[in-house]
Every structure is written in structure tokens, then in C-alpha cells.
């Protein structure tokens, strides 16, 4: 249960609607719940059926959200149950506390106001996929005097409060192979997450603020992705440059060792070819030398001596 609104917040209220309010003037998903009701509750006509529902307009600044409401007496709500567009309230329903009459309030946000949510609750990893549905309750007397109204609490018994969201616009987001998680906003800034009861149709038990979100991949992991593929580019240049530089390497070395090689072969066959003969000398063979005979000189004249 929420507390009684002072005059001075009334007021307050009173003076940022008649200003008119842009969407990007709006940070807070409490504000707008309290504007909305205030709207409602101005153009309520006390005289509509009990339990029927119709339309609330708001002004062209509130340019995509929708808006209904109906009145209900707390007992009847419990014995009955009650269908407010995509909210189901089972029978055995209560409103905490159960005052003579409320006046439920049914919101459709859009994507556009819906970004509200996403910029106060802490969805990271997770993206909206659909608009936001609220579902609010106030209490009224015999007239409507949102003066001294305050919240209600509606909580479900023996059946749980379904939302349906197949009649809403889902984004593209959600196609694929991702399934969509149920997302319940709550008052102290937490999100709840849970699994859909069947397609599009989440389960609550109690009032408040609904939507539909995927989950997808953190910045980070994108990242990876691209450090992965500059390390396998990066690794198939290294690769050939290396492949390369090896082939470069060992073509330098088998000319080294042709030409290497070829150098000892003329050593060896001018070597050879210098070498001394060899003959056979009776049985033995052995090395000779080439003939080279020298030619005798007379150092002195003969003379003979006489007889």
C-alpha cells in the first residue's frame, strides 16, 4: 500500500501537466505511474457501469501510451475475478486493503516509454522486446478525489494473474532460437525474471509491471569475437611469413653446400692430376717419377796427358 499524496504533490502534478511534459522530461517510471493517474482520474465519468471498461485519453505529449480503467467493488473482484485487456485476475483475487470500491488502471507504455524502465531497472545482458504492461489499483469513494488516494495491492489466491502478451507488438528481436523471459519490474528497483507459462503469456501473482526481454551477449563477448579473428588472421600471416623465410633459408644453404661440395671436387681432381705415377716394380707397385734426364757438361777442357 502506498502512502497518501499530499496537497502540496497534488499540486506539484497539477502545475508539470499543465506545462505539458515530453517524454525525455520524464526520468522516473514512479512519475509517470502518478500522471497517469491523475489523468485517469479526471476523466473518469462516475456514472459508467461498474466493472466495464473504457478508454482514458491523454494528452498528445503522452503520444503513445494507452490507458483503461474500470471500477470495481472489492468483493465482487474476489468472487468473480475480472478481464482487463491482457490481465487476467482469477477469481479468489485480493485488494490489500479491501476498500468499498477501486479503480483499476491498465497501461500500455509502448516501446517509446517503455525505454523508462530500461534506463531505471538494471537489465543488463537482457533486451526489451516488447512494450510495457501495468497493471495499478487506487481506491475511490463515492466521488473521485485523487486528493487523498493511495495505492492498493492486488495479489492473487488459488490462481495465478496471467498477462497475455499476443495482442501486443513483439519486437524482431525475439526471433530466432531465443525465447522470450517474463520480466516483472518491481517498486524497489529489482527485476525478476522467470521463464513463459506458454507463448507470450507470463504468470504473476500480484499487481505491477510487465514485459517481455531476450537475453543477448555482452559487449565483451563481442570483443573475443573480433581479438579471435585478428589472432587467426594475424597467425596465418606469421605462417606464411615464416614458411617463407624457411624456404629462403634453406635454398641459401643447399647452394652453400653445391657449391661447397663442387669447390672439394676440383680440389680433389687437381690433386689427382699432380699426383705421382705409379708403375709396376716386379710385383710391387709403386709411385715413380717422370724421367727427366740431365744433360752432362764439361766444367773443364780435356787434355790428355802425353804417354
Same mark, same amino acid.
Given at each position: ?60 505529449? =503522452? ?8 471500477? =470495481? ?7 468473480? #475475478? ?82 497475455? =502478451? ?71 600471416? #606469421? ?14 644453404? =643447399? ?53
Amino acid at each position: 500500500m502506498g502512502s497518501i499524496f499530499g496537497p502540496a504533490l497534488v499540486l506539484i502534478l497539477l502545475l508539470m501537466v499543465s506545462v505539458g511534459i515530453e517524454p525525455q522530461g520524464i526520468k522516473s517510471a514512479r512519475l509517470l505511474d502518478l500522471l497517469i493517474r491523475d489523468y485517469t482520474f479526471k476523466s473518469y465519468d462516475i456514472h459508467i457501469k461498474t466493472g466495464r471498461i473504457h478508454a482514458v485519453h491523454l494528452p498528445a505529449n =503522452f503520444s503513445g501510451i494507452v490507458v483503461d480503467t474500470a471500477r =470495481f467493488r472489492c468483493g465482487s473482484l474476489r468472487r468473480y #475475478g475480472a478481464q482487463v485487456k491482457e490481465f487476467h485476475l482469477g477469481i479468489g483475487v485480493t485488494v490489500q486493503p479491501c476498500v468499498e470500491r477501486l479503480m483499476v488502471i491498465r497501461q500500455n507504455l509502448g516501446y517509446n516509454w517503455s525505454s523508462i524502465y530500461y534506463a531505471n531497472y538494471d537489465l543488463s545482458g537482457y533486451q526489451l522486446v516488447s512494450p510495457i504492461l501495468g497493471l495499478l489499483a487506487y481506491n475511490v469513494g463515492s466521488g473521485v478525489n485523487f486528493s487523498n488516494s493511495f495505492e492498493l495491492g492486488i495479489h492473487a489466491a488459488e490462481k495465478p494473474i496471467t498477462i497475455d =502478451f499476443r495482442n501486443t507488438r513483439i519486437s524482431d528481436k525475439s526471433s530466432g532460437n531465443k525465447t522470450p523471459l517474463c520480466a516483472s519490474f518491481e517498486n524497489d528497483g529489482k527485476v525478476t525474471l522467470k521463464g513463459l507459462e506458454s507463448p507470450n503469456i507470463c504468470v504473476t501473482t500480484r499487481h505491477g509491471h510487465y514485459g517481455l526481454v531476450i537475453k543477448i551477449p555482452p559487449p565483451m563477448e563481442v570483443g573475443k569475437k573480433i581479438s579471435l579473428w585478428k589472432i587467426v588472421v594475424g597467425t596465418s600471416v #606469421g605462417t606464411v611469413l615464416g614458411a617463407s623465410l624457411l624456404g629462403l633459408l634453406l635454398v641459401a644453404m =643447399f647452394v652453400k653446400v653445391k657449391k661447397k661440395a663442387k669447390i672439394e671436387e676440383m680440389e680433389r681432381r687437381a690433386y689427382e692430376e699432380e699426383a705421382l705415377q705409379v708403375s709396376m716394380v716386379g710385383h710391387i707397385r709403386a709411385p715413380t717419377a717422370p724421367v727427366t734426364r740431365t744433360m752432362p757438361t764439361i766444367e773443364h777442357e780435356y787434355i790428355p796427358y802425353p804417354s
